[in-house]
């Protein structure tokens, strides 16, 4: 038996595997609608998806089939990102779901949150925070503006590369967003200091742009470099090795308990001496574990803030229950942004 005999026979072997599973799902998913039971929750989704083996390879794999079969046998749910295809926000997207099937690419952070609004998407993801960078300020407006949920969060290890056309010492420019452009200025500066930086809307647009233009290296991940054809001419050139986005899933659904969880809330205090820190006695008098705090402007008012904090619980815990009825009773606003489960930790992707 040749080589391609033997891939055909592994091949064929995997095709009826994952087709038995997407007749289990299918089955199930029949089984639970004639008992009235909903099937199509993204805690049940995940819940589903196989926990897979600990190395990188074997987890991916077994997620992304995880994620076919259950869009293919149970619901196709459409999943809206900021693209386009090959950004951060891709990758963080397929991360999650396991499978790319249903995928929406849209234009902005805000778009995303629109795209569930108006019933075109079941869910978005969105970034909320880079480890460099800090705060991403379109996604905190935007939850200021909507009523929209968290429902689970991802972690993606950012990884910049230099991808081009031609070699090192031909590149005259180097395209990427801000922010990419931004996290390797170390290394651009020490390796390439005569090249003239240009800031485009997204990473995958940079690569593009690279691939159809000479002497243009892009700043972005390997998977956008594949997807254009373009060499690796250095990896992970990124100032910060442990450089990390966090994403959050929006939508509008409510997630049950899973034991290892965390709750997020948006408020504004009076302005007034004492207020941030009464709040935050209140927390800890309720034995609330903060694990993220952030202030933002409150639009048109000088020098009165919104509050984005995350905390360990779930919103059906009586602690934190009542911490948020002692908190209503003095703010001004309060929002519950959602309790979702904690998510794993970081781990280095293999298209990086």
Same mark, same amino acid.
């Given at each position: 038996?040749?080589?391609?005999?033997?891939l055909?026979?592994?091949?064929?072997?995997?095709?009826?595997?994952?087709?038995?599973?997407?007749?289990? =799902?299918?089955? &199930? &998913?029949? !089984?639970?609608?004639? !008992?009235?039971?909903? +099937?199509?929750?993204?805690? #049940?989704?995940?819940?589903?998806?196989?926990?897979?083996?600990?190395?990188?390879?074997?987890?991916?794999?077994?997620?992304?089939?995880?994620?076919?079969?259950?869009?293919?046998?149970?619901?196709?749910?459409?999943?809206?990102?900021?693209?386009?295809?090959?950004s951060?926000?891709?990758?963080?997207?397929?991360?999650?779901?396991?499978?790319i099937?249903?995928?929406?690419?849209?234009?902005?952070?805000g778009?995303? +949150?629109?795209?569930?609004?108006?019933?075109h998407?079941?869910?978005?993801?969105?970034?909320?925070?880079?480890?460099?960078?800090?705060?991403?300020?379109?996604?905190?407006? @935007? +939850?200021?503006k909507?009523p929209?949920?968290?429902c689970?969060?991802?972690l993606?290890?950012?990884?910049?590369n230099l991808?081009?056309?031609?070699?090192?010492?031909?590149?005259?420019?180097?395209?990427?967003?801000?922010?990419?452009l931004?996290?390797?200025?170390?290394?651009?500066?020490?390796?390439?200091?005569?090249?003239?930086?240009? !800031?485009?809307?997204?990473?995958?647009?940079?690569?593009?742009?690279?691939?159809?233009?000479?002497?243009?290296?892009?700043?972005? &991940?390997?998977?956008?470099?594949?997807?254009n054809?373009?060499?690796?001419i250095?990896? &992970?050139?990124?100032d910060?090795?442990?450089?990390?986005?966090?994403?959050?899933?929006?939508?509008?659904?409510? *997630?049950?308990q899973?034991g290892?969880?965390?709750?997020?809330?948006m408020f504004?205090?009076?302005?007034?001496?004492?207020?941030?820190?009464?709040? @935050?006695?209140?927390l800890?008098?309720?034995?609330?574990?903060?694990?993220?705090?952030?202030?933002?402007?409150?639009p048109? *008012?000088?020098?009165?803030?919104?509050? +984005?904090?995350? =905390?360990?619980?779930? #919103?059906?815990?009586?602690?934190?229950?009542?911490?948020?009825?002692?908190?209503?009773?003095?703010? =001004?606003?309060?929002?519950?942004?959602?309790?979702?489960?904690?998510?794993?930790?970081?781990?280095?992707?293999?298209?990086?």
């Amino acid at each position: 038996m040749d080589l391609i005999e033997k891939l055909h026979e592994i091949d064929t072997k995997i095709l009826e595997l994952a087709k038995e599973r997407c007749n289990l =799902l299918a089955q &199930s &998913s029949q !089984e639970a609608q004639k !008992e009235g039971r909903g +099937f199509g929750s993204l805690r #049940e989704m995940q819940s589903l998806q196989a926990v897979g083996p600990e190395d990188e390879f074997g987890s991916r794999l077994l997620r992304f089939v995880s994620g076919l079969t259950y869009q293919t046998a149970v619901v196709r749910q459409t999943i809206a990102f900021l693209g386009p295809e090959f950004s951060y926000s891709y990758s963080a997207t397929a991360k999650y779901f396991g499978a790319i099937d249903g995928l929406q690419a849209v234009s902005s952070i805000g778009a995303v +949150f629109e795209e569930i609004e108006r019933g075109h998407a079941k869910y978005g993801v969105v970034p909320i925070e880079n480890s460099t960078d800090g705060r991403i300020v379109d996604t905190l407006n @935007m +939850f200021i503006k909507t009523p929209l949920r968290i429902c689970g969060e991802v972690l993606l290890p950012i990884h910049h590369n230099l991808l081009a056309k031609c070699k090192r010492e031909e590149i005259r420019e180097i395209y990427s967003k801000p922010q990419a452009l931004s996290q390797c200025r170390a290394w651009l500066g020490s390796h390439l200091p005569e090249a003239r930086w240009v !800031e485009v809307a997204s990473t995958a647009t940079a690569a593009k742009i690279a691939a159809e233009t000479p002497n243009v290296a892009a700043v972005a &991940s390997r998977e956008a470099g594949i997807a254009n054809g373009l060499d690796l001419i250095a990896a &992970s050139i990124e100032d910060n090795p442990n450089n990390v986005t966090r994403f959050v899933i929006i939508g509008n659904e409510r *997630v049950p308990q899973t034991g290892d969880d965390k709750t997020s809330i948006m408020f504004q205090v009076p302005h007034k001496p004492g207020a941030l820190a009464d709040v @935050m006695v209140l927390l800890r008098d309720n034995g609330l574990n903060l694990t993220w705090i952030e202030s933002f402007p409150v639009p048109g *008012v000088t020098s009165e803030y919104y509050f +984005f904090v995350e =905390l360990e619980g779930h #919103e059906y815990q009586s602690n934190v229950q009542a911490a948020l009825q002692s908190l209503s009773r003095t703010a =001004l606003r309060l929002g519950l942004l959602g309790s979702y489960p904690k998510a794993r930790e970081a781990c280095q992707m293999l298209m990086g």
